[in-house]
């Protein structure tokens, strides 16, 4: 990965983290945390990946709310950004930890068993 798309999705992801803290007043965002940007190599597209507290209708609902604030959050993250275009925000819901946890739990049945 290069050092440029590095820096331009720490930006965007420290930028939305203080968006959702500071600036967005959602109740149906509620508890969100950016966990991962991933950008292209042209930079026009940029991949956030939120977790939501909650259950997943509160993710369902909590994403819908990102993508209805997408360009006020687009606008916010290109001020801080030094590129000649924002890359186009798009907005999934990281299960990533879901994965995890499931996958301790059958790890960890697995070794009850053998005892």
Known sequence: MSYKKDRVASIIKRSISEMLTFELRDPDIGFATITDVEVTNDLSIAKVFVTF?????????GLEALNRAKGKIRSYVSHKLDTR???????????SLEKGNRIEAIIEELNSENK
């Open 85 to 95: 275009r924002c890359p186009d925000l798009i907005f999934i819901i990281d299960d």
């Open 53 to 61: 507290l909650g259950t997943k209708r509160d993710g369902a609902k």
